[in-house]
């Protein structure tokens, strides 16, 4: 059973910084690769970062690169999703996920959280 969950949602304005976690079992960070996602109202959910079992390679889509940094805590079994230089199109329902399979751009995943609302303002 993989059970995600996400925290550290809410709401800020543009140029400002939130951090997310997602806690899992010692189980899952050793067996999968995880991920974050997203979706906006109104539009399909996307790929945003994902790291794999070891922590490296760690893999972003074009628009965070530079200003978001995924990492991992593996003595706490937690990830962490810093995002800095927020923008209002950064605005959406964060999930955090984990799968098997890791590609230079994308993380294919089986497993979700339920999601944080992230807001950013104008």
């Known amino acids: 059973q993989v059970q995600l969950t996400e925290s550290g949602g809410g709401a800020v304005q543009a140029g400002g910084s939130l951090r997310l976690s997602c806690t899992a079992s010692r189980w899952t960070f050793d067996t999968f690769h995880m991920g974050w996602f997203r979706q906006a109202p109104g539009r399909e959910r996307e790929f945003v970062a994902a790291l794999s079992v070891s922590g490296d390679p760690t893999v972003y889509t074009d628009s965070v690169k530079g200003r978001f940094t995924i990492s991992r805590d593996n003595a706490n079994n937690i990830m962490y999703l810093q995002m800095n230089s927020l923008k209002p199109e950064d605005t959406a329902v964060y999930y955090c996920?984990?799968?098997?399979?890791?590609?230079?751009?994308?993380?294919?995943?089986?497993?979700w959280g339920q999601g944080t609302q992230v807001t950013v303002s104008s």
């Open positions: 996920a984990a799968g098997q399979v890791l590609t230079y751009t994308h993380l294919e995943s089986k497993w």
